[in-house]
T-cell receptor, first 113, second 112 residues
Framework: AQSVSQHNHHVILSEAASLELGCNYS??????LFWYVQYPGQHLQLLLK??????LVKGIKGFEAEFIKSKFSFNLRKPSVQWSDTAEYFC???????????FGQGTELSVKP | DAGVIQSPRHEVTEMGQEVTLRCKPI?????LFWYRQTMMRGLELLIY????????DSGMPEDRFSAKMPNASFSTLKIQPSEPRDSAVYFC??????????FGPGTRLTVT
C-alpha cells in the first residue's frame, strides 16, 4: 500500500530562518504530489502541487517544493519563514489509478517572533 | 466561486442522537471526499465519491456511519446513533480528477 512519511513531527524556528520539511512516499509509479497547510482552527489549504514537468514547484506564500524521483521525496522549502507561517503542514500523494489522497501525519511548524 | 460549503459549522449533540453533516462541493468538481480529523488519529479519509458514485468507503468506521451523494451538488454524512468517540472535525473536500482537493471549513462535532 502507498504511504507518506513526514519525518519531522514538530519544528520550531525563529523568524527569518530557512525551512525545509521532509516528505517521502512509497509508490513506484506516476504520482501527483501535494502540500497542504492548516492554520490553527482552520481547514486544509492547498499550498502547491506537482503533476509533471519542472520538478521544482512554486506555491503560494513563498513556498516551493522539489520532486526528486530517485529519492521518492517531495520536500517543502521556504527561504525565510514568518510568524504567520505557524501551522501544520501535510504532504500527500495521489496515484493516477484512483482519486484519493494519502496524507502524511503532518508536521507542526512553530515560528517564534 | 464560494468554495466547498459545509453545514453546520458546529454541532453539539447527546450520545445516541442522529447527526447529519452536509456538504456542497465546488461547482463542476466531480469527486467528493469526507474526512475526519482528531488529535489522536490525525486526518482520516472516510469515503469518497466520483460522479456521485461511492468509490471507496473502507475508511468508514462502522455501520453507524453512512454517506450519500444524491446529486453532483450535495452530499451528506450521517451518524446514527452517535457516540462520544465520534467527536471530531469532519471535513468535506472536492476536486476535479487529477487536480488538487479543496477542503471545506469543516464541521466540529461534539457528542456528549
Amino acid at each position: 500500500a502507498q504511504s507518506v512519511s513526514q519525518h519531522n513531527h514538530h519544528v520550531i524556528l525563529s523568524e527569518a530562518a530557512s525551512l525545509e520539511l521532509g516528505c517521502n512516499y512509497s509508490y513506484g509509479g506516476t504520482v501527483n504530489l501535494f502540500w497542504y497547510v492548516q492554520y490553527p482552527g482552520q481547514h486544509l489549504q492547498l499550498l502547491l502541487k506537482y503533476f509533471s514537468g519542472d520538478p521544482l514547484v512554486k506555491g503560494i506564500k513563498g513556498f516551493e517544493a522539489e520532486f526528486i524521483k530517485s529519492k521518492f521525496s517531495f520536500n517543502l522549502r521556504k527561504p525565510s519563514v514568518q510568524w504567520s507561517d505557524t501551522a501544520e503542514y501535510f504532504c500527500a500523494v495521489k496515484d493516477n489509478q484512483g482519486g484519493k489522497l494519502i496524507f502524511g501525519q503532518g508536521t507542526e511548524l512553530s515560528v517564534k517572533p | 466561486d464560494a468554495g466547498v460549503i459545509q453545514s453546520p459549522r458546529h454541532e453539539v449533540t447527546e450520545m445516541g442522537q442522529e447527526v447529519t453533516l452536509r456538504c456542497k462541493p465546488i461547482s463542476g468538481h466531480n469527486s467528493l471526499f469526507w474526512y475526519r480529523q482528531t488529535m489522536m488519529r490525525g486526518l482520516e479519509l472516510l469515503i469518497y465519491f466520483n460522479n456521485n458514485v461511492p468509490i471507496d468507503d473502507s475508511g468508514m468506521p462502522e455501520d453507524r456511519f453512512s454517506a450519500k451523494m444524491p446529486n453532483a451538488s450535495f452530499s451528506t454524512l450521517k451518524i446514527q446513533p452517535s457516540e462520544p468517540r465520534d467527536s471530531a472535525v469532519y471535513f468535506c473536500a472536492s476536486s476535479l480528477e487529477y487536480a488538487g482537493q479543496y477542503f471545506g471549513p469543516g464541521t466540529r462535532l461534539t457528542v456528549t
